[in-house]
């Protein structure tokens, strides 16, 4: 039985990313007492802690399998690339966005299902990645979309979108990323990870959920910055 419990998860995962789905097309609406957009981020969230989970069980549990394997791309593609790019869709729409300028939206779950289409078959991605994980793009769109709905003015028009169409082609940039997966707790080897969780702190208690959009930027220049200097990263 226990070849299904990281399945099981990863189906979590799923459901978590379709209920985001849902809200995303009520950003505005209450539910209860909380909007839909940050419903939204709550999904995207408890979406990211079961793939984390799934990995650790299947892990512990010795339960590895191709039809895992394949799960959890499907679960990932919803709740990190479709999820995200319809919430931004429509926060963009009901800022008064051009129905062009929104649509370019979708190029985030396009991009993301290539990225993670590549992911399955690429033996080198155990360590590093190449292009951005799909899940960080899922925390930059959050970090996104939390400008919008917290700006009562609006963020800049091609500012926001520009954003989007980088966040995407990122994901598929030919450019290693490193992962945050800890070797051992030593500083040697993980300085970039623990920079990496330094400046979430910081910019999340600063910002709120707009730390994110900064954090997954710094995710980026910290990689490009390490491809130059860095032979491994």
């Known amino acids: 039985m226990k070849k299904y419990i990281p399945n099981t998860i990863t189906l979590l995962n799923l459901l978590f990313g379709f209920t985001a789905l849902l809200c995303a097309f009520h950003p505005m609406k209450m539910f209860g007492s909380t909007p839909g957009y940050l419903m939204c981020f709550y999904c995207i969230l408890l979406a990211a802690v079961a793939d984390f989970c799934d990995g650790l069980c299947a ?43 929104s649509f370019t939206c979708a190029l985030i779950p396009l ?45 800049n028009l091609y500012a926001g979108v520009g954003s989007v169409v980088a966040i995407a082609l990122l994901m598929v940039a030919p450019v290693k990323m490193y992962s ?11 300085l970039l990870r623990y920079s990496l969780i330094i400046v979430a702190i910081v910019c999340i208690s600063i910002f709120g959920w707009q730390g994110l959009y900064y954090t997954i930027g710094y995710y980026v220049i910290s990689s490009f910055i390490a491809n130059l200097f860095c032979t491994d990263i």
């Open 59 to 101: 892990r512990l549990l010795h339960a590895y399998s191709d039809l895992g394997k394949q799960l959890d791309s499907l679960s990932d593609l919803v709740s990190f690339g479709v999820a995200p790019a319809a919430l931004l869709f429509n926060l963009f729409e009901a800022g008064g966005a051009p129905f062009g300028a």
């Open 111 to 155: 991009m993301a299902a290539l990225r993670l289409a590549r992911f399955n078959i690429d033996p080198e991605q155990a360590t590093t990645f190449k292009g951005l994980p799909v899940p960080s793009c899922a925390l930059f769109c959050i970090g996104l979309a939390a400008m919008i709905a917290y700006t009562p003015t609006g963020i």
């Open 180 to 190: 945050l997966k800890f070797k051992s707790l030593a500083p040697k080897g993980n």
